[in-house]
């Protein structure tokens, strides 16, 4: 089966070929980098034009590079949300607008499921049960996926997600467009444990994350600094910081491995290509005798590969959706589905 994935929930605009769920054949990704970087993060509007000057060239690219033709797919699948209406809405109809013309079953996608199920891309079909960290600009989320393979959300930022968190610092420091891999690459040469960060709900009963202190305590920390004519030593904030961050999720996903008894762990989601994060994590997998999937980073940004694995996952299971569809920036993460197992 050829599954086209369609996805566009922010500012990758990317189309991918995937094959019976889990060979990719192609996986274009157009990024709007230079076109935000400017501002400091992504303006909606600014994203919607540029989806919509980019769709049918990354469309044109996936197939070409797929080495198919149009009516060679067996069906379309394109990100419903969450995300941002106006980019949501270029990737949805584009997909529904395809399905149409070419008689072909349609089905939307849930952004996060589709992170879940990028494991499968280079993992085979999952084993449930098994937990989840999805971590991102928009989404910091650990997801408990249960032995019939539903998935239930069991934690979640109440404030800023993590890679949020990354780039206003990021902007803060003066550093760049995204955050998350330029306070990764300042970071190596810094010190993790010279400024004591605070480690927010590290210690909370509920499996919930909170950013939105951490970043405040980074600038209040560096103006008082500055205040005081303190030397600054970037590093050393860019390395704490992101040890704390790095500290809270993986305390958290293994706080939550041991609350539902699950052997396998998925690192997935933009921020999981942070090299702390998936060396602490994969050391805590280690110890406590649990296995550890972490897709490579090409397969951990937003991209249309997983959005095809899960609509694939999706079609076996017997569901589609109709040309009705809308685009649901706060869509619900209900009863989804990651496959067969291995």
């Known amino acids: 089966m050829l599954v086209l994935g369609i996805e566009t929930s922010c500012d990758d605009t990317s189309a991918s070929v995937v094959e019976d769920g889990l060979h990719v054949r192609s996986n274009i990704i157009g990024t709007q980098l230079e076109v935000h970087a400017p501002y400091g993060g992504v303006v909606p509007e600014i994203a919607a034009r540029a989806h919509l000057e980019a769709i049918t060239p ?8 797929a080495g198919v033709r149009w009516g060679d797919l067996d069906a379309i699948a394109a990100t419903q ?30 952004h996060i499921e589709g992170h879940v199920c990028a ?48 780039d206003k610092i990021a902007r803060f420091l003066g550093l760049g467009f995204p955050g998350g ?4 690459k300042l970071g ?34 560096l103006r008082r ?33 041991d609350q539902f008894d699950v052997g396998t762990i998925a690192l997935v989601g933009g921020v999981a290509a942070n090299r702390p994060l998936r060396a602490d994590l994969a050391a805590a997998c280690a110890a406590s005798d649990r296995k550890l999937l972490a897709p490579s980073p090409a397969l951990c940004t937003d991209n249309g590969a997983m ?36």
Do not use: C
């Open 119 to 166: 494991t499968q891309l280079e993992f085979g079909h999952l084993n449930p049960p098994l937990l989840a960290l999805v971590v991102s600009g928009g989404h910091t989320s650990l997801i408990h996926v249960h032995p019939d393979g539903t998935m239930e959300s069991v934690g979640a930022t109440i404030d800023d997600a993590a890679g949020e968190a990354f």
């Open 188 to 221: 190596a040469s810094g010190n993790p444990q010279a400024i004591a960060f605070p480690r927010p709900k590290l210690h909370d009963h509920d499996l919930n994350f909170s950013m939105s202190g951490l970043k405040t305590a980074v600038i209040r920390e």
């Open 58 to 65: 990354v469309l044109d690219a996936a197939l070409d590079e």
């Open 225 to 257: 600094r500055e205040a005081a004519g303190e030397q600054i030593d970037l590093p050393d904030v860019a390395a704490s910081f992101n040890q704390a961050i790095v500290d809270v999720l993986v305390h958290k996903t293994m706080k939550a491995a």
């Open 81 to 110: 949300g969450p995300g941002l209406v106006g980019p949501l809405l270029i990737g949805l109809g584009a997909g529904k607008a395809i399905a149409g013309a070419r008689d072909l079953p349609f089905i939307g996608v849930h």
């Open 307 to 342: 959005i095809a694995a899960a609509g694939t996952n999706r079609l076996l299971h017997g569901e589609q959706s109709g040309l009705d569809l809308d685009a649901d920036p706060n869509l619900p993460l209900v009863n989804l589905v990651v496959g067969g197992s291995q």
């Open 181 to 184: 891999p330029l306070i990764d």
